[in-house]
C-alpha cells in the first residue's frame, strides 16, 4: 500500500539508472517533490558535479551532493579495520557499512529540507533495503519510506523505454548487464554472466584491481604503521585514513590484490554469488589481523574472534544502529587499544602476504621462543606441564 499524501521526498540518488528514472516515477505517481542527495564516499572515476546536474535536470527541486569521505573513514571504516570486519570470514562489508552513513546523512536533510519520505533504489531481493530502512527507522521512526523498486515491475528494458520516454540520458557503462556498487572501502558487482556461480568473473568487471596475470612481475612491499587498532601511516608517511585508504586501493590495486569471489547468504534468505574489488580493505584486515595476533594474549585472540564474528554479522545484517554494537565495540576497543606498531607486507599478484611486523607492545619474548643459544624457556618445566 502506498504511504498517503507525501509532499517531499529525498531520494538517494547515485546518477545510475534506477535513480533517474525514479525521480521522474515519484512526481508523477506520488505526486510530490524531489530533493536528491547524493554522497561522495569516494566512489572512483564519478563526477559529482554532473551528477547532480543530472538530478536537477530530470526536474529534481533540489540537489544536495556532500562528500562524506572522511566521516566514512574514521566513523564507519576505521571501527570496522578494529574489528577485522568481514562477513562469512571474507567480505569486507564495503558496500554494508556505507549504508549506515547514508542513513544518518539523509535523516539530517530530510529533516532539513521538511520531507516527510525518503525514497531509495534498492531491491526487495538484497540486503541494502533493510539497511536503509531498517537504519533509517532506527534514526526516525516517523518518516516514511518508499522502495519504487520493489512496487514499479518495470524490468531493465520497460526503464530504458521510460528513460527515453522522459528524456532521462543513460550512460554507457549503464549497457553493461552488471550491478554494481563503489566507494572508498570497496566494489561490489553482480548480475550478468555472474549469476552463473560457475563462470569465472570476465575482466571488464574489474575496476579497482588490476587481472593478477597482467600485474607486475616484481613484488612491492607496503609498510601500514597502526596506532591504537587504526591505520595511521602508509610507506612512512602520516596520512588521515580516507587518503590512506586510496592510496592502498591504487598500490595493492595494481598487484591484483583484493579480488573476493564468493558464495554469499543474504539477509532474506537468498544465496547470491558476489565479485568484490577490495584492494585497499583486505590488506588493512590482514595487517591489522596479524598486528593483534602479535600484542595480545593467546586467550584474548581466541574470544575476540567470536565477537569479530558477530559484530561482522550484525553490521551485514542491518543492525548497525542496534545498541549490541556498541557492547561489541566496547569489547574490540579495549583490545586495540595496544594495537600499535608497524607492518610489512608483500603485495604480488594477486597476493598479499605479511612479512614483518614491529611493535613496541609485542607480548613475543625473543628470548623465550628461541632455539638459538642464550634461550631462557625452562625446558625441565614441560613434562610436569603435560603429565
Ligand atoms: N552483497 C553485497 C552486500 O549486501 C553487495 C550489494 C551491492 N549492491 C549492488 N548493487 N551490487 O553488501
Known amino acids: 500500500a502506498k504511504p498517503s499524501k507525501i509532499d517531499t521526498v529525498v531520494l538517494l540518488y547515485s546518477g545510475g539508472l534506477d535513480t533517474s528514472v525514479m525521480v521522474k516515477y515519484i512526481q508523477e505517481e506520488y505526486g510530490a517533490d524531489v530533493v536528491t542527495l547524493t554522497l561522495d564516499l569516494g566512489q572512483p572515476g564519478v563526477d559529482l558535479e ?7 535536470d530530470i526536474g529534481a527541486e533540489d540537489a544536495y551532493v556532500i562528500d562524506a569521505k572522511q566521516e566514512f573513514a574514521e566513523d564507519f571504516i576505521a571501527k570496522s579495520i578494529k574489528a577485522n570486519g568481514l562477513y562469512q570470514g571474507e567480505y569486507p562489508l564495503s558496500t554494508a557499512i556505507a549504508r549506515y552513513v547514508v542513513c544518518e546523512k539523509v535523516v539530517e536533510i ?3 529540507v521538511d520531507a516527510d519520505a525518503v525514497a531509495h533504489g534498492a531491491t526487495g531481493k538484497g540486503n541494502d533495503q533493510v539497511r536503509f530502512e531498517a537504519g533509517i527507522l532506527s534514526l526516525d521512526p516517523d518518516i516514511k519510506l518508499l522502495a519504487p523498486v520493489r512496487e514499479w515491475s518495470m524490468t531493465r528494458d520497460k526503464e530504458l523505454e521510460y528513460a527515453e520516454k522522459h528524456g532521462i540520458p543513460v550512460e554507457a557503462s549503464e549497457e553493461l548487464p552488471y550491478s554494481t556498487d563503489e566507494n572508498l572501502w570497496g566494489k561490489s558487482s553482480e548480475c550478468g554472466p555472474l549469476e552463473d556461480p560457475s563462470n569465472e568473473p570476465p575482466e571488464e568487471v574489474f575496476e579497482f584491481v588490476t587481472y593478477p596475470e597482467n600485474a607486475p612481475e616484481e613484488p612491492e612491499y ?14 612512512g608517511e602520516e596520512l588521515p585514513l580516507h587518503q590512506l585508504i586510496e592510496e592502498l586501493n591504487s598500490l595493492a590495486g595494481k598487484h591484483g590484490v583484493g579480488i573476493i569471489d564468493m558464495m554469499e547468504d543474504r539477509v532474506v534468505g537468498l544465496k547470491s554469488r558476489e565479485v568484490y574489488e577490495c584492494p585497499a580493505a583486505v590488506t588493512l584486515i590482514e595487517a591489522h589481523q596479524e598486528l593483534e595476533k602479535f600484542v595480545s594474549t593467546k586467550h584474548e585472540n581466541q574470544f575476540k574472534q567470536s565477537v569479530d564474528q558477530k559484530w561482522a554479522e550484525y553490521a551485514y545484517n542491518g543492525l548497525w544502529f ?3 554494537l ?10 586495540n587499544k595496544n594495537v600499535s606498531g608497524t607492518v610489512e607486507l608483500k603485495l604480488y599478484k594477486g597476493s598479499v602476504q605479511v612479512t614483518g611486523r614491529k611493535s613496541e607492545e609485542a ?20 613434562p610436569g606441564f603435560i603429565q
Open 363 to 382: 607480548l613475543y619474548d625473543h628470548d623465550l621462543a628461541s632455539y638459538e643459544e642464550g634461550e631462557t624457556f625452562n625446558q625441565e618445566a614441560s
Open 326 to 335: 556498541d557492547h561489541l565495540e566496547g569489547f574490540i576497543d579495549s583490545m
Open 110 to 112: 530530510a529533516d532539513e
Open 322 to 324: 542496534d545498541p549490541v
Open 222 to 235: 607496503v609498510e601500514i604503521e597502526f596506532e591504537a587498532g587504526v591505520p595511521k601511516g602508509l610507506n
Open 50 to 56: 554532473k551528477t547532480k546536474q543530472k538530478a536537477l
